[in-house]
């Protein structure tokens, strides 16, 4: 599969818990960027990284944090869990850093925070 | 700060019938503009796009132009068919980039046979 792929799919746990979501970009893309999608909120922008280091921040809680490794996988890690951050977890990449028009979306992780 | 909104939903429609979905846009400059669709169980795709003022974009019978005068980029197609049900988000960037993309809360379409 040469996509977006993001393990797991979906993932349930209790508040105060800690969780890591996992993408692995477009074969070639350097650049991941991981959105929160929630019926509140809507589709929001929290962070991105190119080749391994962060580049912008959005509207990403302290309590988050990310990383990409060497082989340009991502890991968004969500801690100190709430109700409210029971979302879809979307990550996305690009074969470049301002490649809105090439972004390619995974199919996402379902967080419930019981 | 930059904001999209669309028209509320859900939408259905009979195959076959004309489609529009409403968005307007707040922002300064000239942003690129978007469509993207989410079908079922997928992550968002790029439907299509438009770069400046006047552009239409299209793509698979879909199309939309970039109103800078109404600051508008309604999505239309002329005949829906049950494979275009989907959400359906509008989005826009100051300068094309993805991380600057700004969403709209997502429009529900329902086409039924």
């Known amino acids: 599969d040469s996509g977006v792929t993001q393990t797991p799919k979906h993932l349930i746990t209790a508040t105060g818990q800690r969780v890591t979501l996992r993408c692995s970009p477009r074969s070639g893309d350097l650049s991941v960027y991981w959105y929160q999608q929630s019926l509140d909120q809507g589709l929001q922008f929290l962070i991105q990284y190119y080749n391994g280091e962060e580049r912008a921040k959005g509207n990403i809680l302290e309590r988050f944090s990310a990383q990409q490794f060497p082989d340009l996988h991502s890991e968004l890690n969500l801690s100190s869990l709430e109700l409210g951050d029971s979302a879809l977890y979307f990550c996305a990449s690009s074969p470049r850093q301002g490649d809105g028009e090439k972004l390619l979306f995974g199919s996402g992780t379902q967080l419930s925070v019981l | 700060g930059d904001s999209v909104t669309q028209m509320e939903g859900p939408v259905t429609l009979s195959e076959e019938a004309f489609l529009t979905i409403n968005c307007t846009y707040t922002?300064?400059?000239?942003?690129?503009l978007f469509w993207y669709v989410q079908y079922p169980g997928e992550g968002l795709q790029l439907l299509l796009k438009?770069?400046?003022?006047?552009d239409k974009g299209s793509n698979k019978g879909f199309e939309a132009t970039y109103r800078k005068e109404t600051t508008s980029f309604h999505l239309e197609k002329g005949s829906v068919q049950v494979s275009d049900s989907a959400v359906y988000f509008c989005?826009?960037?100051?300068?094309?980039?993805?991380?600057?993309?700004?969403f709209g809360s997502g429009t529900q379409l329902t086409v039924l046979p």
């Open positions: 922002a300064t400059g000239y942003p690129s």
């Open positions: 989005a826009l960037s100051p300068s094309g980039s993805a991380r600057q993309l700004t």
């Open positions: 438009a770069t400046k003022a006047d």
